[in-house]
């Protein structure tokens, strides 16, 4: 069921268009399906304790590896997903997409999936509680190659694309069961606040996200983060996986 919803996501957002600054869109549930699906299978199970939901693919995690947050060596030694990676249509000679032979580290992800092995030990530990997914499969650049989030889209772009991506982790947390749903960083936060009105029984909070870019982050984000978990009334293992 899970594997409808992202087809029916994509689906959605390949017919939208966009103005510049925006001048590529790389869309990893297409050329990156083979590794996203089959994250899809082994961890995309319900019943779900927490949905942890990011903002956008980045250059070096999910484009790459059709993962959320998903930095090439956490996804491929301890999500041990390791399929292949198509070219993206239309490709930026400065952001190429070279999948698990990618020799770059997004830092966000290798914090986040660090931290869930050094708190849960085995994916499967983790997956019993926790599904990650990001609200918008998309990633944007612009002409230089920098990365643009979803927030920078002109408001009718934005709205075009927040509409499908609403309903897709509306219909995900309807699927999953979870008892809370949590944005990492503001952007999610907010989306999730939106796609969920009139949802019964779902928590909604916020976690601070990973980014090297945050001088927060960079302070410790997994000791930050074990704390605002704590307040969010979610329960974190000891490291090593021990209570």
């Given at each position: 069921m899970i594997r409808e919803i992202a087809e029916q996501l994509v689906k959605e957002v390949e017919g939208l268009s966009f103005a510049p600054p925006v001048d590529r869109v790389y869309n990893p549930l297409v050329y990156a399906r083979?590794?996203?699906m089959r994250y899809l299978?082994?961890?995309g199970v319900a019943p779900k304790e927490v949905i942890l939901v990011g903002m956008n693919p980045g250059p070096w995690g999910m484009g790459q590896t059709g993962v959320p947050f998903g930095a090439v060596p956490?996804?491929?030694?301890?999500?041990?997903?390791?399929?292949?990676?198509e070219s993206p249509a239309n490709e930026h000679p400065k952001r190429p997409v070279s999948g698990f032979e990618c020799p770059r580290i997004e830092v966000s992800?290798?914090?986040f999936w660090q931290w869930a092995a050094d708190r849960f030990e085995t994916p499967e530990l983790f997956s019993e509680r926790f599904f990650v997914w990001n609200f918008c499969p998309l990633m944007f650049l612009s002409k230089s190659g920098s990365n643009l989030t979803p927030d920078k889209l002109k408001v009718e772009e934005r709205a075009a694309v927040e509409g499908p991506c609403g309903r897709a982790l509306r219909a995900i947390v309807e699927l999953l069961g979870p008892r809370h749903v949590i944005g990492v960083g503001?952007?999610?936060?907010?989306q999730i606040r939106l796609a969920l009105q009139?949802?019964?029984g779902v928590e909604i909070g916020r976690i601070?996200?990973?980014s090297p870019a945050s001088p927060i982050a960079n302070r410790g984000w997994a000791e930050?983060?074990?704390k605002q978990f704590e307040e969010l009334g979610i329960a974190i293992p000891d490291l090593l996986g021990k209570q």
């Open positions: 083979a590794p996203h299978e082994r961890f956490n996804v491929a030694e301890w999500l041990g997903i390791n399929e292949p990676v992800g290798q914090r503001a952007y999610a936060e907010k009139g949802l019964d601070l996200h990973p930050q983060a074990n």
